[in-house]
């Protein structure tokens, strides 16, 4: 069974930054597209970023120029830095794997913007 499972999710103050881990039970070049997603409580889900066949990056525009994905040059890791956090970024971060014909999402990790 292939899953992804996100860490690094927390609390931090306003202008600080966290940086968000995904590994997979398999190497993450194994899946077609990998993203983060996240929902905030009250809302639909969004897309942040998102990183495709040879690396093709795009980003949502709410984190444009603050958030980076990035995934290990090994397999083992997609990843999210966020810098200039706001307190409208709290939402509950997910990766998603796009495995075949089959979207794999990790169960989420909590991150909190607040003073």
């Known amino acids: 069974q292939v899953q992804l499972v996100e860490s690094g999710g927390g609390w931090v103050q306003p202008g600080g930054s966290l940086r968000l881990s995904c590994a997979g039970s398999?190497?993450?070049?194994?899946?077609?597209?990998m993203a983060w997603y996240r929902q905030a409580p009250g809302k639909e889900r969004e897309l942040v970023a998102s990183i495709v066949g040879g690396g093709t990056i795009s980003y949502g525009d709410a984190v444009k120029g603050r958030f980076t994905i990035s995934r290990d040059r090994a397999g083992n890791g997609l990843y999210l830095q966020m810098n200039s956090l706001k307190p409208e970024d709290t939402a509950v971060y997910y990766c998603?794997?796009?495995?075949?014909?089959?979207?794999?999402w990790g169960k989420g990790t909590q991150v909190t913007v607040s003073s």
């Open positions: 998603r794997g796009r495995y075949g014909e089959v979207d794999i």
């Open positions: 398999r190497s993450i070049f194994t899946f077609v597209g």
